[in-house]
């Protein structure tokens, strides 16, 4: 039911997003994608859930640490 959470919002063009993500091998033969950090952080920040709002903060410290680092 909309509301409860469960609803995945995607404030972005697929295409583009997918070619922006992060592979990562977990283990062998295993790779997954992540969303892009400022994909997530926008989709966090669409859904306006208070745990999100909370992922943001965490995810923009995250985001500018690595910015100073590169």
Do not use: C, Q, W
């Not at 409860?4 to 583009?16: A, E, K, S, Y």
């Not at 070619?19 to 977990?26: F, G, H, N, Q």
Request: glycine share 6%; charged share 40%.
């Amino acid at each position: 039911m909309p509301g409860d959470g469960d609803v995945v919002l995607r404030p972005f063009d697929f295409d583009t997003e997918y070619d922006r993500t992060l592979i990562a091998e977990l283990e062998p033969g295993l790779r997954v994608r992540f969303a892009h950090i400022e994909t997530l952080i926008a989709m966090k920040e669409a859904s306006g859930r208070a745990r999100d709002r909370d992922d943001v903060e965490h995810l923009r410290m995250i985001l500018d640490e690595s910015r100073r680092n590169e």
